[in-house]
C-alpha cells in the first residue's frame, strides 16, 4: 500500500518510507516501538483543557471555533508528544448539520430531538449543511499546519448505528434499545436514516481529508448491544460503504474502524477486509487479537483506561502484556476506550515512558 | 451425569429418564423441542405481578415473604406452562445478609451503602444471617411443593465479581468502574471481599438445594467489562470455586453460569467444564455457540428481549434462528437477557408457541 496522499498538508507526496509513524504502521510495518496516541486525548483529564473549556461556551460552541478546536487537538501533542493528532469535535456534529437539533448539558450526556415513526426523517435535511461544518474543515487545516511531519493527523466520524442510535432515542441508552426496537419495528425507516447517514458520514470524512487528514477513524461506539445478523446489517455493511466511497475517491487514505464491544464482531472486521485498522476496546484478549485480528490487520489499542487511572506496576504490567501480544505485528499503541477525565498527568507520562522506553 | 438428586422434593431418586425436561436436557440430551423458561419470568410484564407487588411493601420485603415470593414464582408457570420456575429473590439478599445496608428505591437501580479501602470488609459479617435469609429458602420448599415434577426448580445467586461491583459502588454503574479501579488498587482487599462472597455464595446455593431446588444458575451480569485477564481472576476463579464446593455436596445438582457480555470468555468457561450448562446473551451468534461452547456444554438462550417486544415477523424468525443453530445439540430455549417489563403478553404467547409448535 503506498502512502496516503492526501490533496493538502505537508504529508502530500510522501512516499511510507518518510511518513509520519502511524502511517507506516497502517500500511503494515511492525515497528519495535509502536506509534502511540490516546482516545479522548484532548480532553478533561488535562488542566489546559479545562482552562480553555471554561472559556468557551457550550461544547458544540467549541466544536465549531476552529483557533479554540485546533488549539485543544494540539494540546496533548505538545504536552505529551504523541504520534498522532485526532481533530476536536464531536460523532454529533453529523445529526446537528443534518438539522437534528443537539444540546451538551453540563453534567450531562448529549440530547437531541428524537426522530420517531412518526416524524420519519422529516426533520433531517438531505445532505450536510456545508457552512455550519466549514469550521470543522477549518480546524484540520489549521491543525495540520501547525503540526510537525512526523505527526499523524486523524479525521473521523460516528459510524451510522451508533449516531441513529443518538438520533432515535435522543440521548444515550443502556443497550440503545430505543434504536434496537426501532430498526426491529420500522426496518425500512430505519435503514433509510443509515442510508442518510451513510451519505453524510462519507461526505463529512471526505472533506476532512480535503482539508488536511491522513487518517480516518469510524467510532461505532454502541456495537455491543447488536445480535450478530443485526451487527452485520447495521454496522458492518454501512461502514462498509462509508468505506468504500473514501477508497474509491482517496485509496490511500487508512481508514480505521473502532467497534466497541463487538466481541467476535471485531473479528469479522478484521476478516472483511473493511478497515485498514482495527480498534480493539479493553475487553479484547490481546493474545486472541494477535491470532483472530493482527495476522488480517493492523491493530489499535486496547489499554484498559481504568489501568491508567490506577497507574503504577498496573499500569506497567498491563502495557508490558500488550506489547509483548501484539509487538511481533503492525500495532498502533492506544487505550482500548477514550481517557477518563480523573487520570492523573503524571500516569501518562508513566505510559508514554513504559511505550517508548 | 446421572440426575440430579436434590436432598429434597419430588425430583429425590428420580433417573434421568424420569426427570424434567431442562434437567435431561442439561445432563446432556439433545430434545427435538427445547425446554423453556425466560429470565425475569416473572416481573412487571405480568399483571398478576404488578397488581401483587402493589400491595406487597418494598421490593425486599416481597423477596423475604414466601407466600408472596412463591406466589410470583408461579404465576408465569400457570399462565405458560413454562419448563423451569426460577426462585423470585434478588442477587442483593446476599450482601443484605452480610449486613450491608441494601434498598430498593421505586423507579431507581438498588443502593448500598459503599464498601471502601478504608472501610475495608469491617460492615461485613463474617457469614450469612441464616435467619434473614430462612424466607428465601422456605420459598423454594412451598414452590416445589407447588410445582408439577415435570417442572424444574431453579435456585440462583449472583457470581461475586458482579455482587462486589455493587457493593463497591453501592450502585450500578458504567462498565463497573468503581469496582474495577478498586480492584485494580487494592488487589488483596478485593480478594478477601470476593473470597467472603465464594463463602456466602456457594452457603446460599447449597441452602437452596437442601430446600428442594433442582438446578442452580449463577448470574455473572457484569462480565462485561471485565479486560481477560481480570475476567479470569475475578469471575471464572471464583464462580469455579463456588462450584466445586456445590459438586463436592451435591454433585448431581446442574450449575448453568450466565456470563453477560463475556464475549470470548464464554468459550473459555465452555471449555473450562465449570458450568454443566451455559447462558447466552442475545449478542452472541447462535452458529457460533454450536461449534465454540454447545460442543463443550448444554447451552441456554438467546432470544434478543427487544425482538420479544417486536414481536410478529421479527420474533418468528429470531426464534427460528436460533432453534436451527442449536436444535441439534442440547438446549434450553431462552431469553439472552430478562424480559423487559414492557414486553406484551401476546407476544410471549407467540414465543411459546413458536417454540414447542
Not at 477508497?247 to 478497515?275: K, M, N, T, W
Request: hydrophobic share 45%.
Amino acid at each position: 500500500m503506498s502512502h496516503p496522499s492526501g490533496p493538502a498538508g505537508p504529508a502530500f507526496g510522501q512516499t511510507v518510507s518518510q511518513a509520519a509513524p502511524l502511517l507506516r504502521v497502517l500500511s503494515g510495518e511492525t515497528r519495535e516501538k509502536p506509534p502511540l496516541w490516546m482516545m479522548r486525548q484532548a480532553g478533561r483529564y488535562l488542566p489546559e483543557y479545562r482552562a480553555l473549556r471554561e472559556k468557551a461556551g457550550s461544547f458544540l460552541d467549541l466544536c465549531y471555533d476552529p483557533e479554540k478546536a485546533a488549539e485543544v487537538t494540539l494540546q496533548p501533542i505538545r504536552r505529551f508528544g504523541f504520534d498522532a493528532a485526532i481533530l476536536f469535535s464531536d460523532i454529533l456534529v453529523v445529526p446537528d448539520a443534518l438539522g437534528q437539533r443537539v444540546r451538551f448539558l453540563e453534567g450531562e450526556g448529549p440530547q437531541l430531538d428524537p426522530l420517531t415513526p412518526e416524524t420519519g426523517l422529516a426533520p433531517l435535511a438531505g445532505e450536510l449543511d456545508a457552512e455550519r461544518l466549514a469550521p470543522v474543515y477549518e480546524t484540520v487545516r489549521m491543525v495540520r499546519a501547525a503540526l510537525p511531519p512526523q505527526v499523524a493527523l486523524i479525521g473521523f466520524a460516528g459510524a451510522p448505528w451508533t449516531v441513529a442510535s443518538y438520533m432515535v432515542a435522543g440521548r444515550s441508552t443502556p443497550d440503545q434499545a430505543p434504536a434496537r426496537l426501532f430498526a426491529y419495528t420500522h426496518p425500512v425507516l430505519f435503514g433509510a436514516l443509515v442510508d442518510r447517514l451513510v451519505d453524510a458520514t462519507a461526505s463529512h470524512l471526505l472533506r476532512q481529508v480535503e482539508a488536511g487528514a491522513q487518517v480516518l477513524q469510524i467510532f461505532e461506539s454502541f456495537a455491543g448491544a447488536l445480535p450478530p445478523p443485526l451487527f452485520r446489517r447495521w454496522s458492518l455493511e454501512p461502514v462498509s460503504r462509508i468505506v468504500s466511497r473514501i477508497r474509491a475517491r482517496y485509496p490511500a487514505i487508512p481508514v480505521i474502524v473502532f467497534a466497541r464491544g463487538a466481541g467476535a464482531g471485531v473479528e469479522e472486521l478484521a476478516q472483511s477486509g473493511i478497515a485498514d485498522g482495527v480498534g480493539l476496546d479493553w475487553t479484547i484478549d490481546p493474545w486472541r487479537a494477535s491470532d483472530a485480528i493482527q495476522v488480517h490487520r493492523p491493530v489499535q489499542g486496547n489499554l484498559d483506561p481504568l489501568a491508567l487511572v490506577a497507574g503504577g506496576d498496573v499500569l506497567a504490567r498491563a502495557v508490558d502484556d500488550i506489547r509483548a501480544a501484539l509487538g511481533g505485528g503492525p500495532h498502533v499503541f492506544n487505550l482500548g476506550h477514550g481517557i477518563l477525565p480523573q487520570t492523573p498527568i503524571a500516569h501518562v507520562e508513566q505510559l508514554v515512558a513504559r511505550v517508548r522506553g
